[in-house]
């Protein structure tokens, strides 16, 4: 009988019949959906911590911004033995032939420039005459200052202004600050624009025969219309020198917040002082009523930063006691807050 022999296989022989063979099998409708949504759970989760941090980095540099005003504006009282004074109203800008005390029309801002390390925009124009200055004021006026602006609230770029100084060219926007000087605890801190003409602004007879219109014995803060305040009475550490503004959040760029209306460098008026007569606000849709173009907030949660006569800045929170508040504004009213009320 024959033998049936098997022939033996190796890995060569026969491939196409005995290659394993793996079927690939795609996600179903089913599954894909729920990594989607497994995804956008954990973006969910993400988003907010990630949000966090950014908000917290844009706080430090608020911080830092404040730090660096506070320590120009102190550096400038220790050379000059007076803080920067708040030059003559909003219809005014800087001129850099009058110097820094009641004669300059240019508030605080201007006057800290060269503190600053920004000596060449405070000198410019200097010498020069007056139809030249105004051109110089113009390309000043429109020149943004990263360290005015708190990032949480907007970029650096020129914004919409109601009017133009004086003492420059016509221009419709303008450099803006978020941050404000301590002009007391009174209720007003701004007047009206000022003098009409430089002759005025010049002369000691004109000021006192507008001392009703211009009361400035009525200011308790470091810098108002025309000052020179040498001392703090109170104790720097007790007296606030700087903080966050209160916006509308409406009006952040459109130029019609009653509390930001000229630009950067102009004199004493609601842009860039600030009372604590009333509360502090966080940023929120807001109306003229109120006063609130006067007091102090920011777009920060639970607290507004602020930097004390002593250079220190502090994150003061939304709900401190009007009294505490007060008293922090005002350098001579003898009731100093305890550490712990602040």
């Known amino acids: 009988m024959a033998s049936h022999l098997v022939p033996a296989l190796d890995g060569n022989a026969s ?37 966090m941090v950014r908000e917290n980095g844009r706080k430090t540099v608020c911080r830092d911004n404040l730090k660096q005003l506070g320590l120009a504006c102190i550096a400038f009282w220790r050379a000059q033995t007076r803080f920067p004074g708040g030059g003559w109203g909003y219809n005014w800008t800087g001129d850099p032939d009058r110097g820094n005390g009641a004669k300059q029309p240019g508030g605080w801002t201007y006057n800290i420039l060269p503190n600053l390390d920004m000596d060449d925009v405070r000198e410019e124009g ?32 020129t914004y919409p202004i109601t009017s133009s100084p004086i003492n420059c060219d016509p221009i419709t926007t303008a450099a803006r600050t978020d941050y404000a000087i301590n002009a007391g605890d009174q209720a007003i801190c701004q007047f009206d624009g000022g003098p009409t003409q430089m002759t005025d602004g010049d002369s000691s007879a004109w000021w ?59 004199g004493f008026s609601n842009d860039s002082y600030r009372t604590g007569n009333l509360n502090p606000v966080q940023d929120r849709v807001s109306s003229t009523a109120g006063n609130v173009q006067c007091i102090w907030g920011g777009p920060h949660d639970s607290a507004y930063n602020v930097v004390m006569c002593d250079g220190s800045v502090r994150a003061i929170n939304y709900g401190i006691g009007l009294t505490v508040h007060q008293r922090l504004a005002n350098r001579k009213d003898n009731n100093n807050p305890g550490d712990s009320d602040f």
Request: with cysteine.
């Open 15 to 51: 491939g196409d019949q005995h290659r394993c063979r793996v079927r690939v099998r795609g996600f179903t409708l089913i599954e894909l959906l729920v990594v989607i949504t497994i995804i956008g759970m954990l973006m969910g989760m993400l988003l907010p911590a990630v949000q």
């Open 126 to 157: 200097k010498d020069q005459p007056d139809k030249n200055k105004n051109t110089i004021n113009a390309k000043h006026m429109t020149r943004e200052m990263e360290i005015f602006l708190c990032p949480s609230r907007r970029t650096v770029q």
């Open 208 to 266: 006192k025969t507008n001392a009703t219109k211009y009361d400035t014995t009525l200011f308790t803060g470091v810098s108002f219309t025309r000052s020179e305040v040498h001392t703090v009475p109170d104790g720097e550490q007790y007296t606030y020198l700087i903080g966050e503004k209160f916006m509308d959040t409406n009006n952040y760029v459109s130029g019609s917040d009653p509390g930001d209306l000229y630009g950067l460098y102009r």
